[in-house]
């Protein structure tokens, strides 16, 4: 079965608002890059479902979906529910399709679980919302469509799944979610001292979680080495049944929000490292403020998972989707026109410092056995 790509036509129309750093179009326009590209024959589409309240009650609490639909329907939150539920709080703002946006994410994640029963692959780059909390809106994240998706791998038997999240940021909801429950390892590379503050290198919930903190200035050859000296020895460790890629794009170099300094080559690397490594596996979107570095991260993602040769030049109609872009922070004024024409950054080679190879090296020690494999 061919790679399979999850996408909603509800990003194009939405925003959270033209203050926010989700103003931005990210998950259309990466599928029109791709459509561009001539890398989506319909066959490999589907249009992601929008989940039921009832299905996303699996993981998040009934009253909080009933506050966040309310939200949506009156645009307008109590002060006491906005201070439980965090809504129009702390960067999770009420916009107009605050319920339907997020529950299509998780729709899309969970029938992505589905599609992978038997085996394959999915990109579902509307999905990693990696902060969400059972009972709260979290991080611009109103629902958790990671933790949804890794509990339909769960609900179907599986034993042995790896969580894989290399957005800048830590993905404590997800850590968190399956904090009592080893059959979910988490693993996540994220910029150390930033937002939420959590994921230090001595962070383990429980044994099954390893967080590798890395410094400010990140690069492609430091990536490489968390790659080989860390995450694919545990992903080999555990023989996962299944693996879940949270591929946030703020870890790239012209992300407003991080610091950190990867081309979009990392992301393609680490995909591909990890994609023979287990029968099922679903790349989800995550993170990324920047348009064009979003856009041309996912569309190369998706090429990767393809077999797809990343093209020199773009052609004529993905270089006008690029140039039809705008964007209000510094970065918009006068992109550089490798924004426009290609698709693969120059490589973003390093030193690799030793707080990086110590990260690494420290994510290593004292492995849990991986839990026997049932059926
Ligand atoms: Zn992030």
């Not at 589907?46 to 009156?74: G, I, K, N, V």
């Not at 509990?151 to 290399?166: N, P």
């Not at 703020?250 to 591909?272: F, I, K, Q, W, Y």
């Amino acid at each position: 079965m061919p790679p399979i790509l999850i996408g909603s036509e509800i990003y194009r129309r939405s925003s959270y608002g033209p203050k926010h750093p989700l103003a931005i179009p990210r998950v259309s326009v990466a599928l029109d890059l791709i459509r561009a590209l001539d890398w989506l024959p319909p066959a490999q589409y589907r249009d992601s479902p929008m989940a039921s309240p009832a299905d996303l009650a699996r993981f998040h609490a009934p009253d909080y979906l009933a506050a966040l639909q309310r939200a949506e329907a009156t645009q307008q939150v109590s002060p006491a529910e906005r201070d439980r539920f965090r809504l129009g709080a702390d960067g999770n703002p009420i916009y107009r399709e605050m319920f339907r946006r997020p529950a299509t994410s998780a729709g899309g994640t969970m029938l992505a679980a589905e599609l992978t029963r038997g085996g394959g692959i999915v990109h579902v780059p509307g999905g990693g919302t990696h902060h969400g909390r059972p009972d709260r809106a979290s991080g611009f994240c109103f629902l958790n469509d990671a933790v949804l998706g890794l509990l339909g791998w769960l609900d179907q038997g599986l034993t042995r799944v790896l969580y894989l999240d290399i957005d800048a940021h830590h993905g404590d909801g997800v850590q968190d979610a399956f904090h009592d429950d080893p059959r979910v390892f988490t693993l996540s590379v994220h910029e150390d001292g930033r937002w939420p503050f959590t994921g230090g290198a001595g962070d383990r919930a429980g044994g099954h979680a390893r967080n590798i903190p890395v410094p400010a200035g990140f690069n492609d050859s430091e990536m490489l080495w968390v790659l080989h000296g860390a995450i694919l020895p545990i992903a080999r460790h555990l023989r996962p049944q299944a693996i879940m890629v949270q591929c946030g794009a703020d870890a790239l170099e012209e992300d407003p929000l991080a610091r950190l300094c990867l081309s979009n080559n990392a992301h393609r690397t680490v995909v591909g490292a990890v994609m023979d490594l287990a029968p099922r596996l679903i790349v989800l979107g995550g993170g990324g403020y920047n348009p064009w570095s979003v856009a041309r991260c996912w569309a190369g993602v998706w090429g990767c998972l393809n077999g797809h040769a990343m093209p020199g030049r773009l052609p004529p109609a993905a270089e006008a989707v690029l140039r039809g872009l705008t964007f209000s922070r510094a970065a918009g004024r006068d992109p550089p026109e490798a924004w426009f024409t290609t698709l693969a950054d120059p490589p973003r080679p390093g030193v690799v410092r030793a707080v990086v190879r110590r990260a690494a090296a420290r994510a290593m020690e004292d492995l849990p056995a991986a839990p026997p494999a049932v059926p």
